[in-house]
């Protein structure tokens, strides 16, 4: 990645920062989002899905936020410390210039329950004078705050949950409502320290500067450590070296469950409704998440997030839900939150009702996930095996329904021709696997028989002619870019027949310049959305099984290029501005530019 350009003063529009203006940090537990301008607008605690302390990303009114910034304008360059998830913002003032060092504290002896958030300033140049807020905001905004002083120290409680809010070299630390705040200068060679310890149901902690600076270094030492197991060298390194980190941060420690992304209700569409809260694990990322994971030489974490996905799965097999919690629970109720919402784009809302829906794509995804896992000399043991031969009887019985597919759509249900490849992919694996002796293959046959019963259906009834494309469902004249999957999965030759012509199609009529739309169609959601860039990539990796390694590359730059100023991606992008859409970093966008990155290497050495 280039080194940060200096960019011009932050701006907000009615209190909110552009999504792109977001960096994230987080600790294996929980993620928070700091903007260019310094105000930490979003953190979840104790966990990422829990609701918030800092919440203005949503509501800047009554969100609760963290700002730390000069007193004077400044122009902003920001980078992650190489190899980590620690942040480094650097502002310039008339006067001189400051850097800010964020981190959620991981102590060397691994996970305990304290939570930590660590900002250290120091003096580069001049003299820079600097003011500081702690307004915690529990519950959403909505629990009841008191501000007092234990040993001199601010805290704010609401209920069992608290934090300290411990400043050094800072200024005085003031309460004034329920916010605690400060002023100071610092000269070139000082520093000063803000940490805040959280609690959740127990002790509140009070650390020295020297314990948070400590733990603030062995954070490093751990991201270094765990950055260090990427082995991809290839033309992208910088870019995938940052989307692994940035899974890593998606990572729920705890359970080894991975987060599709840290936030909930960004919009698709600024004052709209398109507005889903991502903080959950998506069934339908299991392949993109263990093949990413193992391209880049995080086994570890990639065997973690398939045994999380097997003892989640086991409260409801062998069907499998859309999504599950990052406990392994299989309820996440919908229900609107009382906030304004990011740009006044409401509702904002807590769990996602696709957890009900029927999605015959996951099944695909689950088995080429325990394919690849074996692929990598990996074991699957004898329970999990019977599991998962059951999961392909299933799909024999279950793939001629309707379904809401891959992008869960609240319109009635279709036969989505992705949903079907999908399925075939489901039975393909489950033949291969039970053909090496991974899982018990007494049903090999009628796995067989179906996938092939499948495969006419698709080339009967999902086919257009006219469009020279395989349509976004039976029956329709339509497309949709989830069809490139297709290619990715090995549904069939893609250099030439009809899913080369797909591709083409699918460029042609949801293309522009290098973004795509995922459809075009009606989902049962008023509004419009962006175009969404996980599809983009999924188009790279197509291109290169088709052989066109030229397209591939210089659309692969040109996403590449896309990112924000630290290398990080939301769900969708604005294609007439590049304004970041949709929850933020996203993990789907992530791990299919590790795909792509990794397939162009693969092909091209």
């Given amino acids: 990645m280039p080194a940060p350009a200096v960019l011009p003063p932050p701006g907000r529009i009615d209190g909110y920062a552009p999504i792109r203006d977001y960096a994230a940090i987080g600790d294996g ?41 000069p007193k004077d304008p400044s122009e902003v360059t920001r980078r992650y410390l190489p190899g980590t998830n620690i942040l480094e913002t650097t502002f310039t003032t008339e006067t001189g210039a400051v850097s800010v060092t964020d981190a959620l504290t991981v102590p060397a002896g691994g996970l305990f329950p304290l939570r930590e958030l660590a900002r250290e300033v120091k003096g580069l140049r001049g003299t820079v004078p ?15 705050t008191r501000v007092g002083r234990r040993r001199g120290i601010p805290v704010v409680e609401a209920g069992a949950d608290g934090v300290a809010v411990c400043s050094f070299e800072a200024g005085d630390a003031e309460i004034e409502g329920g916010s605690v705040h400060g002023r100071f200068e610092i000269s070139e060679g000082e520093s000063a320290l803000i940490a805040l310890s959280f609690a959740h149901q ?67 569409e600024i004052g709209g409704e398109r507005n889903w809260d991502y903080r959950l694990s998506w069934v ?13 030489g995080c086994a570890e974490e990639a065997e973690a997030f398939l045994w999380w996905l097997m003892q989640a799965s086991q409260l409801t097999h062998p069907r499998l839900q859309v999504l599950y919690r990052l406990d392994g629970g299989a309820e996440a109720p919908e229900r609107a939150l009382d906030l304004r919402g990011y740009r006044d784009s409401r509702p904002v809302r807590r ?9 015959l794509e996951i099944y695909g995804g689950v088995l080429e996930a325990a394919s690849l896992y074996v692929d990598a000399g990996r074991h699957l043991d004898r329970d999990v095996a019977k599991r998962l031969a059951a999961m392909a009887d299933l799909v024999c019985e279950i793939w001629g329904l309707p379904d809401s597919g891959i992008w869960e759509v609240r319109s009635d249900p279709v036969h989505f021709t992705q949903s079907k490849m999908m399925c075939w992919v489901a039975l ?14 007494g049903h090999a046959d009628r796995w067989r028989r179906e996938a ?23 029956g329709m004249e339509e497309l949709d870019a989830s069809i490139l999957t297709g290619a990715l999965f090995g549904y069939d030759d893609v250099s030439r027949g009809r899913l080369s012509t797909t591709i083409d199609a699918i460029r042609r009529d949801l293309g522009r310049g290098p973004f795509l739309y995922r459809y075009l169609g009606e989902d049962g959601v008023s509004g419009k959305e962006g175009a969404f860039l996980t599809c983009s990539f999924w188009l790279v990796e197509a291109l290169i099984h088709a052989g066109r390694m030229s397209e591939a590359a210089e659309l692969m730059d040109d996403l590449v290029g896309l990112s924000n100023d630290v290398g990080l991606f939301s769900e969708e992008i604005d294609p007439e501005d590049g304004a970041f859409l949709g929850n933020f970093p996203q993990a789907l966008t992530h791990l299919s530019l590790i795909g792509a990155a990794v397939a162009f290497e693969e092909v091209a050495s």
């Fill in 130 to 144: 600097m003011g500081w807020r702690v307004e915690p905001r529990f519950g959403y905004g909505a629990a009841p």
């Fill in 428 to 441: 393909d694996r489950a033949v291969k696997l039970a053909e090496r002796g991974n899982i018990p293959g």
């Fill in 29 to 69: 537990r929980t993620v928070a989002l700091v903007a260019r301008d310094g105000a930490i607008d979003w953190l979840p605690f104790p966990s990422i899905d829990s609701p918030t302390v800092f919440g203005a990303l949503l509501d800047a009114r009554r969100g609760g936020a963290f700002v730390l910034a």
């Fill in 452 to 474: 092939a019963a499948i495969r006419e259906f698709i080339e009967a009834r999902c086919w257009s002619d006219r469009l020279a494309s395989y349509v976004r469902a039976a």
């Fill in 351 to 359: 769990g996602n009702a696709a957890a009900d829906q029927l999605q």
């Fill in 284 to 296: 339908r990322d299991s392949a993109f998440t263990i093949d990413a994971l193992l391209r880049v």
């Fill in 202 to 268: 127990e002790p509140l902690v009070f650390p020295t500067r020297s314990e948070v600076q400590k733990r603030t270094e062995e954070t490093r030492e751990a991201w270094l450590r765990w950055s260090a197991c990427s082995d991809y060298q290839g033309r992208w390194k910088e870019a995938v070296d940052r989307s692994g980190l940035t899974l890593k941060l998606l990572f729920f420690a705890p359970t080894g469950a991975v987060a599709a992304a840290p936030t909930t209700s960004l919009p698709e």
